[in-house]
């Protein structure tokens, strides 16, 4: 065979090849998205826990609020030697911010400082959800000032006096200098209760209402930060974050002596401004949430409630 014939027969050869492998059917892309290696696990799992990614742990969450933040942190951490499979994620925001992820299914527990408002019911059961409400423990409400005011107690009268801003100066109550007066934010349980019990005197319809000069703070911290730098200062907080760096102000009771806030005086009832601390859940939970409710009504779960500075429900 001569070169020349050689050459053509090559030709037509990669002219073939070339058309049957033109010919072959190509990949097609898929219109079907990869399955997430969650979305595997967690098929038949209960809505609103989740397993954490790349392990079997079931993540429940917990959100709301700031005063229960401590105390949820807490019982969190200790569940892990309980149950190592569940892992709690807490975090806080307020009362109202754990409702509201309540109704939007993103939280399994809404920690709140507060009963949860008519409003918020209808508008869990408008998606379905049915609110249950579990005691897990009661709080006072600390009323506190600079070390280095000479204050001795206060009423409620007069503290209402001072959060409406009818009272501007400590020298009408034996003390000297301008108020600053502290409240926490909107969005808190414990706002929400300060509000009702102290500035409208447990009258709803009294028409009472904060200043409009008071400073808003975010959480319990913040407020007792600031009291603990602000000579003329007062504040509110849940009992679990008194400190001695604060002085607590004794509030006068019914019977017209003062108390001081303490787990004693919660807990007897003396004390005026306290309050129960709940954790909602929704019917029909995972029974991974249920059974870390049951827990925190434990021996064990009631003693970190105490161990916090909280009283229990036992």
Not at 189 to 218: H, N, R, W
Request: aromatic content about 6%; charged content about 20%.
């Amino acid at each position: 065979m001569s070169a020349h014939k050689l050459s053509a027969l090559l030709v037509v050869l990669v002219v073939c090849v070339s058309l049957v492998i033109a010919g072959c059917p190509k990949p097609q892309p898929t219109d079907q998205p990869s399955m997430d290696p969650a979305q595997l696990g967690g098929a038949n799992m209960p809505e609103g826990s989740a397993p954490a990614e790349g392990s079997a742990t079931t993540t429940i969450q917990a959100k709301g609020s700031d005063t229960l933040l401590q105390v949820a942190q807490a019982l969190a951490e200790a569940y892990k030697a309980v149950k190592p499979g569940i892992e709690v994620s807490v975090t806080g925001g307020g009362s109202g911010t754990g409702f509201q992820a309540l109704q939007e299914g993103t939280t399994d527990i809404a920690n709140s400082s507060r009963s949860i408002k008519d409003e918020e019911v209808e508008a869990c059961k408008a998606k379905g959800i049915e609110p249950v409400e579990n005691l897990i423990g009661y709080d006072g409400i600390a009323v506190i000032v600079n070390k280095a005011n000479p204050i001795e107690k206060l009423t409620i009268e007069q503290l209402s006096d001072i959060y409406t801003g009818a009272i501007t100066d400590w020298k009408a109550l034996g003390g000297k200098g301008e108020i600053v007066t502290l409240s926490r934010d909107t969005t808190s349980g414990t706002y929400e209760y300060f509000k009702e019990a102290v500035v409208q005197k447990g009258d709803k319809d009294s028409g009472l209402d904060f200043a409009a000069s008071i400073v808003m703070l975010p959480s319990n911290s913040a407020i007792h930060d600031e009291v603990a730098k602000t000579e003329n200062a007062i504040g509110y907080i849940g009992l679990g974050y008194l400190t001695d760096a604060v002085k607590a102000v004794p509030v006068v009771g019914k019977d017209g002596k003062p108390v001081s806030p303490a787990v004693d005086t919660v807990k007897d009832g003396s004390y005026p401004i306290s309050r129960p601390l709940f954790m909602y859940t929704k019917k029909g939970s995972s029974p991974e949430v249920t059974a870390y409710l049951e827990w925190i009504m434990s021996d064990e779960g009631q003693k970190i409630v105490a161990d916090e500075g909280f009283v229990p429900v036992k």
